[in-house]
């Protein structure tokens, strides 16, 4: 099914080298690549239209496993294999654009970003000179981390999951060449190690499994079996010929299939599903589909085989590194998302820039003369660009490049943690520990609740250590309200994992003599409308559907799972001896906080939000029909106490996210730590 096209050699490489860049073509795997990064540029510019278009890196995954072995073991059995040429010649492949979207990246950076998220971007930099971009990102994951469009460089992740794969499996091609072991059977095996751990963690930790070089080898490993399986095929393939005549209305119905598979993913799978998951098979077969259909198929030959689809995938690589980048600057320096205009100026410039770097950069880097220099420039100037990165984090993002010192003040107070002492909150964590955060060993308090939770205990913290009485935070997760035995999906069918998180922490909380108070809160309204506030959250996730478990959703409304969760939380707190605390939350904003300050360098925007604060009559329409089914819940049951945080915030026309230079949120919905210690300090008296 395969045909392989001969491509002629440089006269200037080495014999190992040439046996190393490209011993076979295949034109339609260029289409297909072109299909890929095209899904991914889709789905990063306009993911309404293409909401799975991120697909297309399980697409390069698989074509990148496929190339790379077949490059190896191509070059092995011609006895031309080299360590050293396979990794001068990925240098050669990858260095020379991936250095000029860095060094961008570097000037843009400069101009464009405040203090903090230079020194960030100086990190990222210097972590993608490693190729180690994934693991930074990795862990710098989690619910209160700045917005993914704010990361120029946060698509790098899947280069360096590649890279970090590529460091081991040419040794292990190369010892089962020579000890004449099988790498299919090897191959096999990991490949299933690799799922299972992709299938086990994904609902526990979905970060690390989208970040993992572990969880992800199996989808490049699908490519490598591929190459495997086409190097030995002919017996299979003379089999079939002999059975059936022939074997092309196999490939025609393979690769109908492949594009498919393809195309119903990039619509039906969106960012909200826990991805990659089991929902990765989809575009992994869908591709190994393709590849395995060969040239015979008319789909490969006519369609994928393409000149235009071909050239595309040609310049598919810097393509992939210049469209987010510009598409981040731009997000970050409107303070918004780009109008649609926006963003189609910035995908044809990606086009252009991809151009002039492949034709002007790449390809007079990676072949012609001096090879062996122009691997050590290389190198080189990649420990460079590293250095610069390096040196960025080191100084701060360099702060003198603003004048106003009180910017770096507000700047602080973006930023959301708790003391490494005290561990990380929830998500992503071990449910069996004891607690999620305690200010000692057997705290008598506990707060329980989603992620305004987790913020409002930071300022509760301090004042309960004062007076000497410890104080617990348990089971604080993103979109997780305190409710017993509810299950929450979006609209693409995916359940949150917060039984676990939301009744796993209710129960452990009753069963605990020593916790006496329980302080119950959440973002109630956004549960029980299944929506967000404001138009910064539009695209932020789908509608919410809210049911108890075992019960099919849509039985009952989303107010009156909440008002029947919550009313069985309360009844079992109280009936445990408990004392209970119920805090209405704060103002949602419905706009950055950011956007309150007009401090970049450089700006796209002169609109800045002033007064820094939501309008009192938009936050009562906001929340009116939640308090009122909450207070009527709360009212018959006196022995609550009820402490309305949203008083310290507003006055009679405005609710405030910013007042007398102090930053009371860190985005749109959440406290910062001053603005946490304010609400507290303000409202202490009735705790």
Not at 179 to 205: C, H, Q, R, T, V
Not at 604 to 630: G, N, Q
Request: net charge neutral.
């Amino acid at each position: 099914m395969v045909v392989l096209m001969p491509v002629k050699a440089d006269p200037n490489t080495s014999s190992s080298e040439q046996a190393l860049i490209k011993p076979s073509y295949r034109p339609d795997i260029d289409g297909l690549r072109a299909l890929a990064v095209l899904a991914v540029i889709a789905f990063h510019a306009f993911p309404s239209e293409l909401p799975g278009g991120f697909i297309g890196v399980d697409v390069f995954f698989v074509i990148s496993g496929f190339l790379i072995t077949a490059l190896i073991q191509d070059s092995l059995q011609q006895q031309s294999f080299s360590f050293r040429a396979f990794y001068a010649s990925r240098v050669r492949r990858l260095f020379p654009a991936l250095l000029i979207v860095l060094l961008f990246c570097q000037i843009a950076g400069w101009f464009a970003l405040l203090s903090n998220e230079y020194k960030a971007l100086g990190k990222h930099i210097a972590a993608s000179t490693a190729f180690i971009p994934n693991v930074i990102f990795w862990s710098e994951s989690g619910y209160f981390d700045y917005a993914a469009e704010a990361k120029p460089l946060l698509h790098l992740w899947s280069l360096g999951v590649e890279e970090q794969f590529y460091l081991c499996w040419p040794i292990v091609v190369w010892l089962c060449f020579k000890y004449k072991a099988s790498l299919f059977k090897l191959g096999i095996a990991l490949l299933l190690g690799s799922l299972a751990l992709n299938l086990i963690m994904i609902e526990d930790s979905p970060s690390a499994v989208f970040f993992s070089p572990t969880t992800r080898m199996w989808e490049l490993l699908s490519g490598c079996l591929l190459a495997c399986w086409a190097n030995s095929r002919t017996v299979v393939v003379e089999s079939f010929k002999a059975k059936f005549g022939s074997i092309k209305w196999i490939s025609h119905a393979v690769s109908t299939m492949g594009l498919a598979s393809l195309v119903l993913g990039a619509f039906l799978i969106d960012q909200d599903m826990l991805y990659p998951g089991a929902w990765a098979l989809i575009p992994v077969l869908g591709t190994c589909f393709i590849i395995l259909a060969g040239n015979q198929s008319w789909l490969n030959a006519s369609v994928l085989s393409n000149r235009f689809l071909v050239w595309i995938g040609l310049i598919s690589f810097p393509l992939y590194l210049w469209h987010w980048p510009l598409l981040s600057f731009a997000r970050i320096m409107k303070g918004s998302k780009p109008e649609w205009q926006i963003r189609a100026v910035l995908v044809a410039v990606s086009f252009v820039l991809a151009v002039l770097t492949y034709y002007c950069i790449e390809r007079p880097i990676r072949f012609g003369r001096h090879l062996k220099l122009k691997t050590y420039v290389l190198t080189i100037a990649m420990a460079i660009g590293g250095s610069l990165g390096i040196a960025t984090y080191s100084q701060d993002g360099f702060k003198s490049r603003t004048t106003d010192k009180s910017i770096e003040v507000q700047l602080a107070d973006l930023k959301f943690d708790i003391p490494d002492g005290e561990g990380w909150y929830c998500q992503d964590k071990n449910y069996d520990s004891p607690r999620c955060h305690a200010t000692g060993p057997n705290p008598s308090v506990v707060v329980i609740g989603d992620s305004h939770a987790l913020t409002i205990y930071s300022g509760l913290r301090e004042r309960f250590k004062a007076k000497g009485q410890d104080i617990g935070l348990y089971g604080a997760s993103d979109g997780c309200p305190p409710l017993s035995n509810v299950v929450i999906q979006d609209q693409g069918g995916d359940a949150r994992n917060c039984l676990k998180k939301g009744s796993q922490a209710i129960q452990r909380v009753i069963a605990d003599a020593a916790i006496k108070e329980v302080i119950l809160t959440s973002r109630g309204p956004m549960y029980t409308t299944a929506e967000g506030f404001g138009d910064v959250e539009l695209e932020q996730f789908g509608q919410w559907v809210l049911h108890f478990d075992g019960e099919e959703k849509g039985v009952r409304s989303n107010e009156a799972v909440f008002a029947l969760g919550l009313t069985k939380t309360l009844d079992a707190l109280l009936a445990a001896g408990k004392k209970v605390t119920f805090l209405h939350d704060v103002p949602e904003l419905g706009f950055d906080i950011r956007n309150c300050f007009s401090f970049r360098p450089m700006t796209m925007t002169t609109k800045v939000v002033s007064p820094c604060a939501v309008s009192r009559k938009d936050f009562e329409l906001r929340t009116e029909a939640y308090r009122t089914m909450v207070n009527k819940i709360l009212s018959e049951r006196p022995e609550i106490k009820v402490i309305d945080l949203s008083e310290a915030l507003c006055d009679e026309k405005w609710c405030w996210g910013a007042r007398d230079g102090t930053l009371f949120y860190i985005d749109d919905d959440h406290l910062s730590h001053r603005g946490a210690d304010y609400v507290v300090r303000q409202l202490w008296d009735k705790f």
